[in-house]
């Protein structure tokens, strides 16, 4: 095999290089002391970044990493299954494509692989690719015959793989109102009649929004009803009512800007709250689509589905900015600085406004239903 004889004959004429830190666009590599790096002339000779773990005597492993990432045409999930269906029409049965997950927090990162034999059968190729900011990134690991699966060092090495923040500009790109919808609306209104028990009832109730387009999505709601005075027979009736709105006004893009939001309560016997928040999640952006679309419905577990399964490291993924309160009467407005933190690997961001009633107060399980949503795009 081609890439072995070269690589035993840079070990006989050259001293192995002790491997420093080695960069791709975005990519950096710090190998641990026990990979050695192919002298310049070889790299140049292959064309790409070259790393050898010798093993008794003879080259053991060796890993290539392209020095370019060419950029990405599709979106990460298209280029996945693409990529796919290539090594397979290019390989055959000989090929086997799935997932390696590698690297832990911010580090962590799944690559689409393919191990196969190596030209002349005198060895085995795993290709493993991931995109990162819009470009794919490539190793190639070489290994000896009859590897089955990638060997320990090779994922010692690929969890040490770490990709540098890109600066990336973030803009307002999605304004959604978030409420409860048909059989969903129908379904909380009846656990607010259901709360109120025999000593009362849920007369009327509504929500009234924006067009799920508007670049200021804006919220209504009403509930009216009455509670039987205690002791005083059926015929005395106490009323509520409770009536308010949420709006905001989000800023066009992500970069030290202010999120406006006004809450008011015309009406309520008791006060709310609105609680800020700005979020970043990382993992592949396809799904997000889908998430987006689930939103406008109402739905709201696969963005829960989202931030479970594709959090940033500790710190990045999620920060309060802090709560807005209006009592009976009351219209309150506050501006929320929205920092801007940097995590590798982030693929999505948003403000989400939510509303935090009291504790037991009528209405709780609707109302903490309803809020706003700002979802950020990075803008190409």
């Known amino acids: 095999m081609k890439v072995f004889s070269i690589c035993a004959l840079a070990l006989l004429l050259c001293a192995p290089l002790r491997a420093a830190e080695l960069q791709v666009h975005d990519l950096r590599l710090d190998p641990d002391s026990a990979w050695r790096r192919a002298t310049p002339a070889q790299e140049a000779e292959d064309g790409a970044l070259s790393l050898s773990l010798p093993a008794d005597g003879d080259v053991g492993l060796q890993v290539l990493i392209p020095r370019d990432a060419p950029l990405v045409k599709t979106d990460a999930e298209t280029f996945y299954r693409q990529l796919g269906r290539k090594w397979d029409a290019r390989h055959g049965k000989a090929a086997s494509v799935g997932w390696v997950a590698a690297g832990q927090g911010a580090r962590a990162r799944r690559w689409l692989a393919c191990r196969r034999p190596a030209q002349g059968g005198e060895g085995v190729v795993f290709h493993l690719a991931t995109v990162h900011a819009g470009r794919a990134y490539s190793l190639l690991l070489f290994a000896p015959p009859g590897t089955e699966t990638l060997p320990g060092p090779a994922r010692g090495l690929l969890a040490r793989v770490g990709f540098r923040a890109a600066d990336v500009t973030w803009r307002h790109a999605r304004?959604?109102?978030?409420?409860?919808?048909?059989?969903?609306?129908?379904?909380?209104?009846?656990?607010?009649?259901?709360?109120?028990?025999?000593?009362?009832?849920?007369?009327?109730?509504?929500?009234?929004?924006?067009?799920?387009?508007?670049?200021?999505?804006?919220?209504?709601w009403f509930l009216d009803g009455f509670r039987w005075s205690a002791g005083q027979g059926r015929d005395a009736r106490a009323s509520f009512e409770i009536r308010g709105g949420l709006t905001a006004v989000p800023p066009a893009r992500l970069d030290g800007g202010r999120l406006r939001v006004t809450l008011s309560q015309q009406a309520a016997p008791l006060p709310l709250t609105a609680r800020v928040s700005a979020r970043a999640y990382c993992g592949d952006p396809g799904p997000w689509r889908e998430a987006l679309q689930a939103l406008e419905r109402g739905a709201r577990s696969p963005l829960e589905r989202l931030r479970r399964d594709h959090a940033c490291a500790a710190g990045a993924g999620e920060t309060e900015l802090g709560s807005v309160e209006a009592g009976a009467g009351q219209t309150v407005t506050r501006e929320f600085p929205v920092p801007l933190e940097t995590a590798e690997g982030v693929t999505a961001r948003w403000l989400e406004v939510g509303l935090s009633p009291v504790s037991g107060a009528i209405g709780e399980s609707l109302l903490e239903r309803l809020g706003l949503f700002f979802f950020y795009a990075p803008a190409r």
């Open 175 to 220: 304004s959604l109102p978030l409420f409860p919808q048909g059989e969903a609306l129908d379904g909380l209104a009846q656990v607010v009649a259901q709360g109120l028990g025999e000593t009362g009832m849920l007369s009327g109730y509504g929500i009234k929004v924006t067009p799920a387009d508007a670049a200021e999505p804006h919220l209504d």
